[in-house]
Nanobody, 129 residues
Framework: QVQLQESGPGLVKPSQTLSLTCTVS??????????WNWIRQPPGKGLEYIGY???????YYNSSLKSRTSISRDTSKNQFTLQLSSVSPEDTAVYYC?????????????????????WGQGTQVTVSS
């Protein structure tokens, strides 16, 4: 069974870069047809889509975050990483990584739901000085 685990600092100072890693076990991030996503949930709000890196290495970002977002991967470690630059307190959220198959990706991008695909447990990131 595929499992995902987020890791990274829980506290980031304003203007710095947030960096989170998702470690995947039970499956390879290069398996054809799979997309590896980042999603976040600010306090009191719904899930917000951030972006993905596909099995072949292509990336896509939410237009509202695109200028500050980068998603990369380390296939030797079966990990993918989110970097969000110039953070502010508005970036405080629980950050999730998730893996879905190609037929689920359109829904993941437009309307993320924890009922589809494989999700990590989430990690709280607070932006504060």
């Amino acid at each position: 069974q595929v499992q995902l685990q987020e890791s990274g600092p829980g506290l980031v100072k304003p203007s710095q870069t947030l960096s989170l890693t998702c470690t995947v076990s039970g499956g390879s991030i290069t398996t054809a047809g799979y997309f590896w996503n980042w999603i976040r949930q600010p306090p009191g709000k719904g899930l917000e889509y951030i972006g993905y890196i596909a099995y072949a290495g292509g990336t896509y970002y939410n237009s509202s975050l695109k200028s500050r977002t980068s998603i990369s991967r380390d296939t030797s470690k079966n990990q993918f990483t989110l970097q969000l630059s110039s953070v502010s307190p508005e970036d405080t959220a629980v950050y999730y990584c998730a893996g879905v198959q190609v037929h689920q990706q359109a829904t993941m991008t437009s309307r993320p739901t924890k009922t589809a695909g494989y999700w990590g447990q989430g990690t709280q990131v607070t932006v504060s000085s």
